[in-house]
């Protein structure tokens, strides 16, 4: 049982470290994409974007932010992020603690609490890879489902 869960977490990383590659891709594309239409714009006035799907029309805030924390952390290493923050905490934190602390010391301002929820998202799957290289521990839980990190003694 204990290699099934192993293998799960395994893979749980996995994903979480592809979707990071794809949300950093499609940041990439979306700035293409915007320079192509500006040039396209120059040259030809009357040229007119076919309407994309509803589902891509408006970006949801999610999406948003996601690729604000993207540009964000760009340049960034968040295993020294989390690590960090972690060894300057007096107790154990929960991950959106964590990413409550560094939108704190990053001064997003009103933009932090939009943030966090993805803040929080990219911070678990760093955890995760903490855990597996054990410079991080749980150190029991928030309530039943929240985790509570620290420091690997």
């Known amino acids: 049982m204990v290699e099934v869960v192993d293998e799960l977490k395994a893979k749980l990383v996995e994903i979480d470290g592809k979707m990071e590659e794809l949300r950093r891709e499609i940041v990439v594309l979306e700035a293409q994409k915007s320079a192509f239409e500006t040039v396209i ?24 932010a996601s690729g604000r924390v993207t540009e964000l952390l760009k340049g960034r290493n968040n295993r020294h992020i989390v690590l960090d923050i972690l060894r300057r905490s007096e107790r154990p934190a929960t991950t959106a603690e964590i990413a409550e602390k560094f939108a704190s010391e990053a001064d997003l301002g009103s933009e932090a609490s939009r943030l966090e929820s993805v803040l929080t998202s990219r911070f678990s799957a760093t955890l995760n890879g903490l855990v597996k290289q054990g410079l991080v521990r749980q150190a029991g839980t928030a309530d039943s489902r929240r985790h509570l990190w620290e420091i690997s003694r």
């Open 41 to 64: 714009g120059v040259y030809d006035p009357s040229f007119e974007l076919a309407a994309p799907p509803s589902k891509a029309r408006s970006a949801s805030s999610r999406e948003t």
